[in-house]
Each structure stands twice: as structure tokens, then as C-alpha cells.
């Protein structure tokens, strides 16, 4: 996927890893950047086409894909956390999550890949996590749909593979925006992050490790797991 020339869709475009991914795809060249938002006033960005975008709605996804006809690159940055974890959380917290991490994202997928493919391919990257593979500490509700949005992405790969649209998961752990704002964890820069997964769609990835510990963790996943989870237990809440 050459970003050059491209044609994208950013979902939560308008701060945040958002504007970062919009930000740098003008740097790159891209022809043009949809810069998708719930607030379309809230887009600020200079060169981006403001897209009036609720994933959670797929009345409009569906008329943002119609709108953005001409697309060839998806970015499905658009997330949530609640903090909410799985057994004391209020349940509309957790619904919250996956109806935006997971189905979101899967209604962004569904709508804009027959337009990807009419339009040679191009390729998806799905903002995932390192939280995709293990729970740890809060937001438990935020690593089960991520793990979904991890699976969405692996099964969309081989289903848009005869069309010939790369699919590119990002995982990442902290980055230093105003969803983790209230946490006190090491965090990356959002631009570094943005510049790696770029760097992997052009590269033709299948999988982006954007840090340190989120490629630690992937190296974790064929451990015992009765080693492992002594650990990820000593960083949970006290019930």
C-alpha cells in the first residue's frame, strides 16, 4: 500500500492518535484524508475533508462510506475505555466498549470494504492493544473487546484477502492522550506510534508492534499460563 496518492478515512480524527494519523498521512502524501468525527465542528486539522462520523451508528457509516466512495485506505482508530471491569463494572459500561471497539469497528469494516475493493484494494488498520492478549490491572471490559476487535481483524484479513486488501492490526500499550490522561503508567508518543503503523501498512504487515512492552507481551503468548497469570493477578483490584 503506497500512502502517497491514497485516499483515507480516519476515524476519531479530530484529537488524539486520530489528528496524529490524519496529520501525518497529508506529510505523506495522501490525496486526500476524510477526517471522521461525531462532532464534525471539532475537526480543526487544516488539508482534511471533515466527515460527520458515528461508528456506533451504521446509519452513519453508511453514508459516510457513500460519502467517502472514492476511499482506498481505512483507519479504524475510533476507541473507547470505561475502566469498567467485568464482574463489578455496570454492564452498560462493558455493552459501551464492544458496541464501540468491537462493533464499531466492524461496521466501519463491513461498509467501506466493497468501496475498497472498487477501488483496487487499498488496505484497513485496526487500532488494537496489547491488552488484545492479556487482562492487567483495570478496564478488563476494555481487553475483552479488544481481544474481539483482535479476532475481527485476523478473520476480515483472510475474508478481504481475494479482493486484495491488506488488513493491519496495530497494538500498542500506553500513548500519551487524553484517554489515558487520568493514568500514571509510561506512555509513548502518539506521533512515534502513528509513524510505525504507517511505516507498516507501506511495509505490507500483517501486525504492528508499536513499543517495548506490547512486544514483550506478544513474546508471552505461548507461556504456561499458570506462570504468567500470578503476575497479571498481583496488578488487579482488591474485590
Known amino acids: 500500500m503506497d500512502i ?21 498521512l497529508l506529510e505523506r502524501g495522501a490525496a486526500k484524508v476524510y477526517a471522521g468525527s461525531r462532532r464534525i465542528e471539532s475537526v480543526d486539522l487544516p488539508g482534511v475533508e471533515a466527515l460527520g462520523l458515528d461508528i456506533t451508528d451504521p446509519a452513519s457509516v453508511a453514508a459516510a462510506a457513500e460519502t467517502a466512495a472514492d476511499a482506498t485506505l481505512l483507519i479504524n482508530n475510533a476507541g473507547i475505555t470505561t475502566f469498567a471491569n467485568l464482574l463489578d463494572g455496570a454492564e452498560e459500561a462493558i455493552r459501551q466498549e464492544m458496541e464501540t471497539n468491537f462493533f464499531g469497528t466492524l461496521h466501519m469494516v463491513r461498509a467501506f470494504a466493497p468501496v475498497l475493493g472498487a477501488n483496487g484494494g487499498g488496505a484497513v488498520l485496526n487500532m488494537l492493544s496489547a491488552l488484545s492478549w492479556h487482562s492487567s490491572g483495570m478496564a478488563h471490559a476494555y481487553s475483552a473487546a479488544k481481544a474481539a476487535a483482535w479476532s475481527l481483524t485476523n478473520g476480515a484479513r483472510l475474508e478481504l484477502a481475494s479482493q486484495g486488501t491488506q488488513v493491519v492490526g496495530l497494538h500498542v500499550a500506553g500513548v500519551d492522550t487524553d484517554m489515558l490522561a487520568g493514568v500514571e503508567a509510561p506512555k509513548s508518543d502518539p506521533a512515534d506510534i502513528v509513524r510505525a503503523a504507517l511505516d507498516g501498512i507501506e511495509s505490507g504487515a ?26 497479571l493477578a498481583a496488578s488487579a483490584p482488591a474485590r
Open 206 to 231: 500483517f501486525e504492528v508492534l508499536a513499543d517495548k512492552t506490547t512486544t514483550e507481551l506478544k513474546a508471552t503468548l505461548n507461556a504456561d499460563p499458570g506462570l504468567l497469570y500470578p503476575q
Open 4 to 24: 502517497q496518492g491514497s485516499i483515507a478515512v480516519v476515524t476519531g480524527a479530530n484529537r488524539g492518535m486520530g489528528r496524529h494519523f490524519a496529520q501525518q
